[in-house]
C-alpha cells in the first residue's frame, strides 16, 4: 500500500509552538478527535476544554475535482475545571471524548464527556433575524406605547451566519471513576458511558439516572485484576456491545441476555506465549482502544505493540496481527521510566474496512492495508507537510546498514506521539493529532488507498 495524501490542512491553533506560554500550550493538547457521520464535519477537544468544530468547504466549481478544505466552523468552552469536596479532587476540564448523534433535522447534535460529567450539544445556524417589532425597537429595547400608532408585520432579514452552540442536556453524577469512553447506540435513543470499573447505560432525554449495565468492581478492591478501558457499541445491532480491558482481553455483551452484562456473551483473548513473558507483558497487552468495523463483522483492537482484528465468530485467535513499531520491544525499559509504556493510542478503520490506521512515535502513524497485506509509516509535521505535497513514507532502522532517510530507533522523539486519529467515515480523508496541532491529510487522485 502506498497512501499518498495530496492535500495538507493545518487547522490548529496556537500558530506555532513558541507563541503560547507554557500552561496555555498545555491546554491547547488535543485530546480527542471525531468526524460527524457524513464526514462535513470534524470535531476536536483540547485539555482546555474546548471543542472546536470545522467545517467542510463546498466543492469550488472552478476545479470540480478539487475537495473542499475544513475551516474553523465554531468554538465553544464544553468543560470547565471543578472540585470534588466530598473527595477533595479536582476534576479537569480535559475532554476525554466526543461523539456526534446522527442527525435528525438541520441541528447538529453531540456529546463531550470529561472525567466525570457528559454534555450533550445542540449547534444550530442562523442566518436570518425578525425586524420590524410593533412593541420594541431595533435594538431589543421596548418603546414608549403612545408614540405606537399603526401595526406592522415582523419579517425576517437576511443576515451574517451565526453559528449558536447550546447546552441541552447535562449528565452527571453517573460515574465515581475516570470516563474513558462513550458511545452512541444504533437505537439512536441511547448511549453508553464507560469508567474503569462501571459502563452506565443512558437514555438522551433523561439526566437523572441512568442504568448499569457491566460493573467489575470487587466487593475488595485489593482483589481488583483488572480495569475497563474502552467500550463500544455494535454498528447495527443495538443489544450489542464489546468492552475492553488492561488484561488484553475483550468481551462482547449482549444486554437481551440479563440486564447486568457482568457475564460476557463472547470472550476474545489471545492465549500468552510463556517462553515471551517479561516483566512488561501484562503492560503492554492492555488494550487502549477498540473499534467495530463499519460491516460490524471485526474488531479492531490497539495494545501497546500492536493492532489486531478480531472475527466477532472466533474467539480463539485474532484473525490478523499488525506490528506497529516492534523496534521498541528492546526500549521497554526506558519506556516504562518515563511512562511512555502507559500511552493510549487509538486506532480507525476506512470507510470500506479494508485499510486501517494508528498512531505512533515521532508523529508517525501507521496504515496497514488487509488485502495487500503492505504497511507503511507516515509523519505528520510541518516541514513534511507542504499543501498538496505528497507524504513519504518514513522508515525506523534498528541498527545496522541505514539508508539516506531512515531515522534510527535511538533519536525517536518520544514526547511527540499521536495518540488520537480519525477517518472520515466514506473518504480517504484522515484527522491526525499531533499535540497541540491537527493535520488533516486527503488523498485526491484516487477513491481508494493505493
Request: charged content about 25%.
Amino acid at each position: 500500500m502506498q497512501p499518498s495524501p495530496h492535500c495538507h490542512a493545518n487547522v490548529s491553533e496556537p500558530s506555532s509552538e513558541e507563541s503560547t506560554s507554557g500552561g496555555e500550550w498545555e491546554a491547547d493538547i488535543i485530546s480527542t478527535v471525531e468526524f460527524n457521520h457524513t464526514g462535513e464535519l470534524l470535531a476536536t477537544g483540547d485539555k482546555g476544554g474546548r471543542v472546536v468544530i470545522f467545517q467542510r468547504e463546498p466543492e469550488s466549481k472552478n476545479e470540480p475535482y478539487s475537495q473542499g478544505e475544513y475551516n474553523v466552523y465554531s468554538t465553544f468552552q464544553s468543560h470547565e475545571p471543578e472540585f470534588d469536596y466530598l473527595k477533595s479532587l479536582e476534576i479537569e476540564e480535559k475532554i476525554n471524548k466526543i461523539k456526534w448523534l446522527p442527525q435528525q433535522n438541520a441541528a447538529h447534535s453531540l456529546l463531550s464527556t470529561n472525567d466525570k460529567t457528559i454534555k450533550l450539544w445542540k449547534i444550530t445556524e442562523r442566518d436570518k433575524k425578525p425586524e420590524g417589532y410593533n412593541l420594541k425597537d431595533e435594538e431589543g429595547k421596548l418603546k414608549d406605547l403612545s408614540t405606537v400608532t399603526s401595526l406592522q408585520v415582523p419579517v425576517l432579514k437576511p443576515t451574517d451566519l451565526m453559528v449558536e452552540v447550546s447546552p441541552r442536556r447535562i449528565f452527571a453524577n453517573g460515574h465515581t471513576y475516570h470516563v474513558n469512553s462513550i458511545s452512541v447506540n444504533s437505537d439512536c435513543e441511547t448511549y453508553m458511558s464507560a469508567d474503569d470499573l462501571r459502563i452506565n447505560l443512558w437514555h438522551l432525554g433523561i439526566t437523572d439516572r441512568s442504568f448499569n449495565i457491566v460493573d467489575i468492581k470487587p466487593a475488595n478492591m485489593e482483589d481488583l485484576t483488572e480495569v475497563i478501558t474502552a467500550s463500544e457499541f455494535h454498528p447495527h445491532h443495538c443489544n450489542l456491545f464489546v468492552y475492553s480491558s488492561s488484561k488484553g482481553s475483550l468481551r462482547l455483551c449482549d444486554m437481551r441476555a440479563s440486564a447486568l452484562c457482568d457475564k460476557h456473551f463472547k470472550l476474545f483473548e489471545e492465549p500468552e506465549d510463556p517462553s515471551s513473558r517479561s516483566f512488561f507483558s501484562e503492560i503492554i497487552s492492555s488494550v487502549s482502544d477498540v473499534k467495530f468495523s463499519h460491516s460490524g463483522r471485526y474488531m479492531l483492537a490497539r495494545d501497546y505493540l500492536t493492532v489486531k482484528v478480531w472475527d466477532l465468530n472466533m474467539e480463539t485467535v485474532p484473525v490478523e496481527i499488525y506490528q506497529v513499531h516492534d523496534y521498541l520491544r528492546s526500549k521497554l525499559c526506558s519506556l516504562y521510566e518515563n511512562d511512555c509504556i502507559f500511552d493510549k493510542f487509538e486506532c480507525a478503520w476506512n470507510g470500506s474496512d479494508s485499510v486501517i490506521m494508528t498512531g505512533a512515535y515521532n508523529n508517525f502513524f501507521r496504515m496497514f492495508d488487509r488485502n495487500t497485506k503492505r504497511d507503511v509509516t507516515l509523519e505528520a509535521s510541518r516541514e513534511s507537510s507542504k499543501p498538496r505535497a505528497i507524504l513519504k513514507p518514513r522508515r525506523v532502522c534498528v541498527g545496522g546498514k541505514r539508508r539516506k532517510d531512515d531515522i534510527s530507533v535511538d533519536s525517536l522523539d518520544f514526547t511527540k506521539k499521536i495518540l488520537h486519529t480519525a477517518w472520515h467515515p466514506t473518504e480517504n480523508i484522515i484527522a491526525i493529532a499531533a499535540t497541540n496541532n491537527l493535520y488533516i491529510f486527503q488523498d485526491k487522485m484516487n477513491s481508494e488507498m493505493h
